[in-house]
């Protein structure tokens, strides 16, 4: 059974730092490319940060560059979210993706809250 559990999240102030995890299981999770999704209330899910099997190569959109780190352990099946100087628009429910080919497994979501 293919399982994505994210964690970590939570309410923050703004300038704070929150680190999400992801971790894997019921796929060979080294051979899939992983990514983070958040979606806004009120907007469309969007793409966050992407990080190829190997961990070498990494994309994050604009809007978080500079901020935010994806990584992962392929040795515990994670993936990870480093989320630094956070902003109130940084709000929403952040989700784990794994991709390889016409496959697409998707967790449950964490929320983050980023308010004073």
């Known amino acids: 059974q293919v399982q994505l559990v994210e964690s970590g999240g939570g309410l923050v102030q703004p300038g704070g730092s929150l680190r999400l995890s992801c971790a894997a299981s019921?796929?060979?999770?080294?051979?899939?490319?992983m990514n983070w999704y958040r979606q806004a209330p009120g907007k469309e899910r969007e793409l966050v940060a992407s990080i190829t099997t190997s961990g070498i190569t990494t994309n994050y959109a604009d809007s978080v560059k500079g901020r935010f780190t994806i990584s992962r352990d392929n040795t515990k099946n994670t993936v990870y979210l480093q989320m630094n100087s956070l902003k109130p628009h940084d709000t929403g429910v952040y989700y784990c993706n794994g991709v390889r080919q016409i496959r697409s497994y998707w967790g449950q979501g964490t929320k983050v809250t980023v308010s004073s």
């Open positions: 019921g796929f060979a999770f080294n051979i899939y490319t």
